[in-house]
């Protein structure tokens, strides 16, 4: 059974940083895109930044030149970097692996199957203030 385990989030003001990170175990680490999503009360969750196994990484147009998504496959470790964050950054944080395009294979902003890797995780939840 898989398990994805998120922490780092907090409150800070606009401008401030914050470091995530997502331990994740019972599933094909290595080998999947990971991605952070981020959920607000009333909205669906969506992809902020994927990362593939290779470190090839891709950014929603809101967080680029922001935040840095990256991963340590050794420890099954998925992290996001945030920098300059602002209010429209606030929401809840999750790790999950991305499905990946078929064609090509390049991750996508979606989730994989729930079947792939378990469960959602709690997540973490990042409040940014003005």
């Excluded at 994805?4 to 994740?24: D, F, I, K, P, T």
């Excluded at 094909?28 to 196994?53: H, L, N």
């Excluded at 470190?55 to 991963?71: A, C």
């Excluded at 920098?83 to 078929?102: F, I, K, M, V, W």
Aim: charged share 20%.
């Amino acid at each position: 059974q898989g398990q994805l385990v998120e922490s780092g989030g907090g409150s800070v003001q606009a401008g401030g940083s914050l470091r995530l990170s997502c331990a994740a175990s019972g599933f094909m680490f290595r080998s999947y895109c990971m991605a952070w999503f981020r959920q607000v009360p009333g909205k669906e969750r969506g992809g902020v930044a994927t990362i593939d196994g290779d470190g090839t990484t891709h950014y929603s147009d809101s967080v680029k030149g922001r935040f840095t998504i990256s991963r340590d496959n050794a420890k099954r470790n998925l992290y996001l970097q945030m920098n300059s964050l602002q209010p429209e950054d606030t929401g809840r944080y999750y790790c999950a692996p991305a499905a990946r395009l078929g064609s090509t294979g390049y991750c996508t902003e979606t989730p994989r199957p729930i079947s792939d890797f378990g469960s959602w995780g709690q997540g973490t939840q990042v409040t940014v203030s003005s």
